[in-house]
């Protein structure tokens, strides 16, 4: 009796064994089934928004564009010639933001469809502050310190050179406050070394070399004015550096000659 019963519960178990594979089985199947279908289906409607597109002229034919200084017109060209003629309601505008965006000078973007047969790309580009110096290269950079792109040795630009590690974050501050210092073209600023992450070394046009204070780099300004108001034009011509770390005076060091 208890053999019988033995074997009775071992097909039981083997049966629920076999139904519970049998059951993930079909379910699975019926989820590739699904996926399947769905797949189709989407591009069954991709083809009959096509199809209504061609008919009554609803392709993407071309697009305009705000205003660009700085960004690659040819390139964002490459981008969006490769969807002309598909349906308007087909353009897959986050792919394109997203491609657009991986551009050089591509700050913020924005891209709207006439639903007819236009894209509208409206484009904030950076605004670069100074260039910064690294590896005998130099870069443009923004005011929060983002390296924008290398300069072309081709370009011809007025921007100031900075140089030092820490001169990047240090180049925002630095040019707020000398912003309001009126210098001739002559004393304008071409370079600024930023010296052991303190203070402002800055070589002018005329590559007279001023040393500036740490904390107080307006007044090393005033005094430098000041100083040249009070020099003859031969006397400032024969200055190498003026150092003006010192609020209350200036150290003049002349020009050798050979």
Known sequence: MSQFYNKKKLNFLYFRFVLKYFILIFFFFCLFFFIYNELKNKERIHNLIQIFSNKF???FKDYKINTLERVDKVKISEIMNQYIGESIFLIPLNIISENL???KWIKNINL?????NQ???EIVEYKSIGLYAF???LFYFSNKGKIIDQL???NNESFIVFYGNQSLKKADNFLNKIDKINLTDIFKIKEAHFINNRRWNVKLNNDLLLYLSEKNIETSFINFIKLLDSLKESE???IRSIDLRNDKKAIINFKIDD
């Open 57 to 59: 002229d609803y392709n």
């Open 236 to 238: 400032i011509n024969s």
């Open 101 to 103: 965006h991986n551009l």
């Open 119 to 121: 894209i509208y790309i």
């Open 112 to 116: 709207t469809t006439n639903l007819k």
């Open 152 to 154: 072309n040795k081709k």
């Open 135 to 137: 590896n005998d290269r």
